[in-house]
């Protein structure tokens, strides 16, 4: 498991994940810095879900299995650049 790489994808996903969110914050009143703050933290925590549900299955986080948590996230984002 190769901790830099899971944390450049973590930050690239929280900027995903925020991006997405301050829109709608701003649509029914909330401040921005609060919008992209929990953004953020839902982001790290689904993260950090995933890589642990990994890591329950067989005691190891693989490259493969990193590769397969941020490929579902880019699937979740957008499907046609998950395929």
Do not use: C, H
């Not at 190769?2 to 995903?16: D, F, H, P, Q, W």
Request: hydrophobic share 50%; no cysteine; charged share 20%.
């Amino acid at each position: 498991m190769n901790i830099k790489s899971i944390s450049k994808r973590t930050v690239a996903y929280v900027v995903l994940k925020v991006s997405a969110t301050l829109g709608g914050g701003f649509v029914v009143g909330v401040e921005v810095w609060q919008a992209a703050a929990v953004a953020a933290f839902v982001g790290i925590m689904e993260v950090a879900e995933e890589i642990s549900r990994a890591y329950v299955t067989d005691g190891n986080v693989s490259d493969a299995d990193v590769d397969e948590i941020f490929g579902g996230f880019l699937a979740d984002e957008d499907p046609e650049l998950g395929a």
